[in-house]
């Protein structure tokens, strides 16, 4: 008799596990959770479950998040994305580096899964894919502005430092060389390339501070590289300025570098200075709460990201792939943390360059904002 209740009794579990993950929607969180590029993507993950927390439901169902880890390779990447694409998500969340996204991209174009990046800026991301969106900028407009901040503040001489292993850093620079070469006068004295373990700039230093470039531009996958580089120069003796991307927005920055980023400056999304929408306050007052910090822009994108996937999901009325990515490509005017997100033809959005500069405390004030 007991053996009879034994087996009804997981039999009612069973049903009952089956009955929950029918009624809750599936999206898939595709980040590094491991690797080099850990960091960029805990920033993330801590965005998609903020947002989670304070938005769990769509179409009267719980949401269920399902994470996968592509451990900063690009193979691994391919993998996980299988994974999301097994457990049967509808859609998909990420990721933290433009490779990684890339690596993912023709698995879920395959599955017809429709995908969301808060931050990869690479053109090609939505370029070679008809399933994945973006509501980040793209590195030509980026490059673009990084040029021409260089030509504002006469930096005549540039020194490139560029991780050559990553689709995002070398992009940035040739696109930032692209608009450079408009300008007469300016020139790049000397570029040179690293992959993300390398630990000792001084050779690449050594030969870029010979050239006595006016500015140091460093283009990184993401920050502990752009932070030994800038610790590294000021101890070879550089006093000039440094600037980079969005991915110097992050942590590692200060963390590495100390007091040596006095003056770095970067591009990114937004600028917590300046509140976007009614949603921004709400947004700072629930992370604070939450992790008792100020956000990187990464993790606010991050959070507008879940939102819009959401709110596609919901205006699609419909958990198919296929109707959430047409209600997706569709967005215009959703008001997000950030700003408000319209995607164009492309699905690419629609938004600003924040200029920031980093202190010697490791706090950062707004420089500008350039419009698209």
């Known amino acids: 008799m007991k053996k009879i209740l034994a087996i009804m009794l997981a039999a009612m579990l069973l049903f009952s596990a089956v009955a929950f993950a029918e009624e809750t929607i599936k999206i898939g969180v595709f980040e590094p959770l491991t690797g080099s590029y850990a960091g960029g993507g805990a920033m993330e993950i801590e965005g998609f479950e903020l947002a989670h927390e304070m938005y769990p439901e769509v179409l009267g169902k719980q949401i269920e998040l399902v994470k996968a880890d592509s451990k900063s390779d690009k193979v691994e990447a391919s993998m996980a994305a299988q994974s999301l694409v097994d457990a049967g998500v509808v859609a998909v969340l990420g990721s933290y580096s433009s490779g990684l996204t890339l690596a993912g991209s023709d698995v879920f174009a395959e599955a017809e899964i429709p995908a969301l990046t808060a931050t990869s800026t690479n053109p090609t991301v939505t370029l070679l894919s008809d399933w994945y969106a973006r509501i980040c900028f793209i590195d030509p407009f980026q490059g673009t502005m990084l040029a021409r901040f260089a030509v504002e503040n006469e930096y005549k001489k540039i020194a490139i430092i560029q991780e050559i292993e990553s689709e995002y850093a070398v992009g940035l620079v040739n696109y930032f060389e692209q608009e450079l070469a408009n300008h007469e006068g300016y020139e790049v004295t000397s570029k040179g390339n690293f992959v993300n373990t390398d630990q000792d700039f001084t050779t690449l230093l050594t030969e870029a501070l010979s050239k006595e470039p006016d500015v140091i531009f460093t283009s990184v996958g993401y920050a502990p590289s752009a932070a030994l580089i800038i610790k590294q120069a000021r101890e070879l003796g550089y006093e000039g300025p440094i600037f980079g991307g969005d991915t110097l927005d992050a942590p590692e920055l200060y963390q590495i570098a100390g007091e040596k980023v006095d003056g770095v400056i970067f591009t990114t999304f937004y600028d917590a200075a300046q509140p976007a929408t009614e949603l921004t306050t709400q947004f700072l007052e629930a992370y604070e709460a939450k992790y008792g910090k100020i956000p990187a822009a990464t993790t606010v994108m991050a959070f507008d990201c879940y939102l819009t996937m959401r709110n596609a999901i919901e205006t ?28 164009d033809e492309n699905h690419d959005a629609i938004r600003p360059v924040v200029f920031k500069k980093v202190n010697g405390d490791g706090t950062s004030e707004f420089l500008s904002l350039i419009e698209p």
């Open 316 to 343: 699609a009325g419909s958990t198919d792939p296929e109707a959430i990515r047409e209600a997706l490509f569709a967005t215009s005017g959703f008001v997000g943390a950030a700003g408000t997100i319209t995607l």
